[in-house]
Nanobody
Framework: QLQFVESGGGLVQPGGSLKLSCASSGFTLYYYNVGWFRQAPGKEREGVSCISSSGGRTNYADSVKGRFTISRDNAKNTVYLQMNSLKPEDTAVYYC??????????????????WGKGTLVTVSS
């Protein structure tokens, strides 16, 4: 069974840090680009960051540049999102998603093949 499971969410104060993890099972993550997305209450899901299959290319939404870092460990079939200097507007459910590299090198929201169920991040004092 193919699964993609996020973990690491929780409640953190403004200015704090969290590290999210996303682990795949049932498929080898090496053949996929992986993206992190988030959806705040009442808003559309938006892209946060994307990492290529080898880890050599990354990109970030302007709202998180300089604060978030995406990385991956293909040996562990896991992708990470280190989030620093968190702000209340970062509060959302965070999802990871994978896209087969045969279909492109980016992480379009509508073009991802597998999605996790999400992990909630709440930034509040």
């Amino acid at each position: 069974q193919l699964q993609f499971v996020e973990s690491g969410g929780g409640l953190v104060q403004p200015g704090g840090s969290l590290k999210l993890s996303c682990a795949s099972s049932g498929f080898t993550l090496y053949y996929y680009n992986v993206g992190w997305f988030r959806q705040a209450p009442g808003k559309e899901r938006e892209g946060v960051s994307c990492i290529s299959s080898s880890g050599g290319r990354t990109n970030y939404a302007d709202s998180v540049k300089g604060r978030f870092t995406i990385s991956r460990d293909n040996a562990k079939n896991t992708v990470y999102l280190q989030m620093n200097s968190l702000k209340p507007e970062d509060t959302a459910v965070y999802y990871c998603a994978a896209r087969d590299i045969r279909y492109g090198s980016s992480c379009p929201r509508s073009g991802m093949d597998y999605w996790g169920k999400g992990t909630l991040v709440t930034v509040s004092s």
